[in-house]
Each structure stands twice: as structure tokens, then as C-alpha cells.
């Protein structure tokens, strides 16, 4: 039986998907006697197994058979499933890592120039024509960036990390034809051997399966956490268009900035003016999202 989509239980699911991906965020603190390898081990080691339940109770497991066909059958099919595992790795690795090493503010940066960057991959990959908001867009988010370069000579390396690596990822899954849950379940089992590297590498383990209960019950909320905002993110997804998707896309940074503050760090008075300009390349996209989402339910 098909579901009706039903906007409101879409966009509700999608805020508490970006709530709890914050939530992660913060979640850090508490594991403190962890390194952010560690951290980022124990969520792939415990979002696997639950994420695998959900592919097969909604029946998602066709497109991960056929991914495990083409790489019998396309030569360098597998090269290209590495590949995708390491670019998504390190992003895991970095959103766990940076907001107990004082880099929470960078990352959220990162998110927020993310859908610019995507805009200009659009761009120069696919041969998008890009609209005037979106031309308007990154005129100001190049402010910002030229901002942020007079007043530290660079960009934050996990800001460029975030915006220029998640737009390379996407691209190489939209044309490897990975775009969907199969693709993230393989990439995920791709990154399986190295997560419980970390965390046997760390020395927590016997710890924390042995002795310490109530760092037991941390390291299993760390992994439902992971697991309940990536599935409030696929079960709204279908609810959903694509304009209103994008636009909750902003969200999630902004509850990071949140939490990157509420865990001590600040905004220079310096990198205001960066941020504003950000703010603004974001504010021109939403507005456009909203013309467009407008538009659609008129015709």
C-alpha cells in the first residue's frame, strides 16, 4: 500500500534528524577519556547492525544486492566503493573528532559553505545553469571566504574539509549511481574493519565491556543516537520535495553553532563578517527554496 507523502510528519522527522545529529555533536563531551577515532570507531561499530535492520525491514536490500553484482561485473566498480567509504570516513571522523578538540565552530562553517560549493560543482561537473539567487549566493559566500582568508592567511582546515569534501562525495555517488541507503549500508560495511581498528587501538574496550558500566551505557547511547537521526533522516525523505529538502538542509549547522558555543568556543570579532556573509548566501538560498516551493504548490 503507497503512502500519501505528508509534508508536516516530513518536515518534523527532518528536524529531529538534524536535533539529534546536534545532539551527536554535544554527545562528545561526555566521552572525554576517548579519542575522536574512537568515537567515531564505536558509532560505526553500533549504527551497522541497526542501519542493516532498517535496510531490510523496509526493503532497501535490492539495491545493496545489486551493488555487490556490479562489482562482479564493472572492473573498477570496487575501486570506486573505496574510494566513497574513505571521502564519507573522514567526515565521520571529523564531526566526532572537532567539537572536543575546539574545532566545532570550523565544521559548522564548513556545513554552511557546503551547499555553495554544491551549487559550483553543479556547476562545473554536471553543467547546471545556475540561477540568479544562487549567482547572488556566492558572491556573498565569497566575501566571507575572502574575509576569513585577510584575517588568517587560510581557511580552517576542517572547514574545507567539510565543504569541499562532502561535494565530491555526493558527485562521485551520482555517478557511480550510489546515490540511495544501499550506497551509504556498503559504504558503512566498507569502513566496518577500520572502525573496530580504532576502538581496539584505543584500549577502552575491555574497559568498557568489563568494568565500567556507565561509560557501557555512553558508548550504546553514542551509537542509538547515530542510528535514530540517520533513520528520521530516510523516513523523511519521502515526504518531502526536493526544494523543501535543500531547504532544511540549514538546520543542522545552525544547531552546531549552537553547540559549538554552548561547549565553550567563540566567535572572534574579526570573523563576524564572514559569517555574515555566509548567513546571507544562505538566507538568498532559502528565500529562493521558498519561491520555488511556493511555486510548485500553486501549479
Same mark, same amino acid.
Given at each position: %500500500?503507497?503512502?500519501?507523502?505528508?509534508?508536516?510528519?516530513?518536515?518534523?522527522?527532518?528536524?529531529?534528524?538534524?536535533?539529534?545529529? *546536534?545532539?551527536?555533536?554535544?554527545?562528545?563531551?561526555?566521552?572525554? @577519556?576517548?579519542?575522536?577515532? #574512537?568515537?567515531? !570507531?564505536?558509532?560505526? *561499530?553500533?549504527?551497522?547492525?541497526?542501519?542493516?535492520?532498517?535496510?531490510?525491514?523496509?526493503?532497501?536490500?535490492?539495491?545493496? $544486492?545489486?551493488?555487490?553484482?556490479?562489482?562482479?561485473? #564493472?572492473?573498477?566498480?570496487?575501486?570506486?566503493? /573505496?574510494?566513497?567509504?574513505?571521502?564519507?570516513?573522514?567526515?565521520?571522523?571529523?564531526?566526532?573528532?572537532?567539537? !572536543?578538540?575546539?574545532?566545532?565552530?570550523?565544521?559548522?562553517?564548513?556545513?554552511?559553505? %557546503?551547499?555553495?560549493? %554544491?551549487?559550483?560543482?553543479? =556547476?562545473?561537473?554536471?553543467? @547546471?545553469?545556475?540561477?540568479?539567487?544562487? $549567482?547572488?549566493?556566492?558572491?556573498?559566500?565569497?566575501?566571507?571566504?575572502?574575509?576569513?582568508?585577510?584575517?588568517?592567511?587560510?581557511?580552517?582546515?576542517?572547514?574545507?574539509?567539510?565543504?569541499?569534501?562532502?561535494?565530491?562525495?555526493?558527485?562521485?555517488?551520482?555517478?557511480?549511481?550510489?546515490?540511495?541507503?544501499?550506497?551509504?549500508?556498503? @559504504? %558503512?560495511?566498507?569502513?566496518?574493519? /577500520?572502525?573496530?581498528? /580504532?576502538?581496539?587501538?584505543?584500549?577502552?574496550?575491555?574497559?568498557?565491556?568489563?568494568? @565500567?558500566?556507565?561509560?557501557?551505557?555512553?558508548?550504546?547511547?553514542?551509537?542509538?543516537?547515530?542510528?535514530? *537521526?540517520?533513520? /528520521?533522516?530516510?523516513?523523511?525523505?519521502?515526504?518531502?520535495?526536493?526544494?523543501?529538502?535543500?531547504?532544511? &538542509?540549514?538546520?543542522?549547522?545552525?544547531?552546531?553553532?549552537? &553547540?559549538?558555543?554552548?561547549?565553550?568556543?567563540?566567535?572572534?570579532?574579526?570573523? =563576524?563578517?564572514?559569517?555574515? *556573509?555566509?548567513?546571507?548566501?544562505?538566507?538568498?538560498?532559502?528565500? #529562493?527554496?521558498?519561491?520555488?516551493?511556493?511555486?510548485?504548490?500553486?501549479?
Amino acid at each position: %500500500m503507497h503512502t500519501q507523502p505528508n509534508t508536516f510528519l516530513g518536515v518534523t522527522l527532518n528536524v529531529i534528524a538534524s536535533a539529534l545529529f *546536534a545532539l551527536m555533536f554535544a554527545y562528545t563531551s561526555l566521552l572525554g @577519556d576517548l579519542s575522536g577515532a #574512537e568515537i567515531y !570507531g564505536w558509532r560505526i *561499530a553500533l549504527t551497522f547492525p541497526l542501519l542493516t535492520i532498517f535496510v531490510l525491514c523496509n526493503g532497501y536490500w535490492p539495491q545493496v $544486492k545489486s551493488l555487490f553484482n556490479r562489482i562482479l561485473n #564493472e572492473r573498477y566498480f570496487i575501486i570506486t566503493r /573505496f574510494i566513497s567509504a574513505l571521502l564519507i570516513g573522514i567526515q565521520l571522523w571529523l564531526f566526532m573528532w572537532a567539537p !572536543g578538540n575546539g574545532y566545532g565552530l570550523a565544521v559548522s562553517l564548513g556545513y554552511f559553505i %557546503m551547499p555553495i560549493t %554544491m551549487v559550483i560543482v553543479g =556547476w562545473f561537473a554536471f553543467k @547546471d545553469r545556475m540561477s540568479r539567487f544562487q $549567482k547572488l549566493a556566492c558572491i556573498f559566500a565569497l566575501c566571507g571566504i575572502l574575509n576569513q582568508l585577510v584575517i588568517s592567511q587560510t581557511l580552517s582546515w576542517p572547514t574545507l574539509v567539510v565543504c569541499l569534501g562532502y561535494p565530491i562525495y555526493f558527485w562521485l555517488r551520482h555517478k557511480t549511481n550510489t546515490n540511495h541507503i544501499g550506497g551509504m549500508w556498503f @559504504d %558503512m560495511m566498507l569502513s566496518l574493519p /577500520f572502525s573496530l581498528y /580504532f576502538i581496539i587501538q584505543g584500549g577502552h574496550v575491555t574497559q568498557t565491556l568489563s568494568t @565500567d558500566f556507565h561509560f557501557l551505557w555512553l558508548v550504546l547511547g553514542l551509537g542509538l543516537i547515530s542510528a535514530l *537521526a540517520l533513520g /528520521f533522516q530516510s523516513l523523511s525523505a519521502p515526504h518531502l520535495n526536493l526544494s523543501l529538502f535543500g531547504l532544511l &538542509v540549514y538546520v543542522e549547522p545552525v544547531l552546531l553553532v549552537l &553547540v559549538a558555543i554552548l561547549l565553550g568556543e567563540t566567535i572572534a570579532p574579526t570573523e =563576524w563578517l564572514t559569517y555574515i *556573509a555566509i548567513w546571507l548566501a544562505v538566507i538568498v538560498l532559502i528565500i #529562493e527554496g521558498g519561491l520555488s516551493l511556493k511555486q510548485t504548490r500553486v501549479t
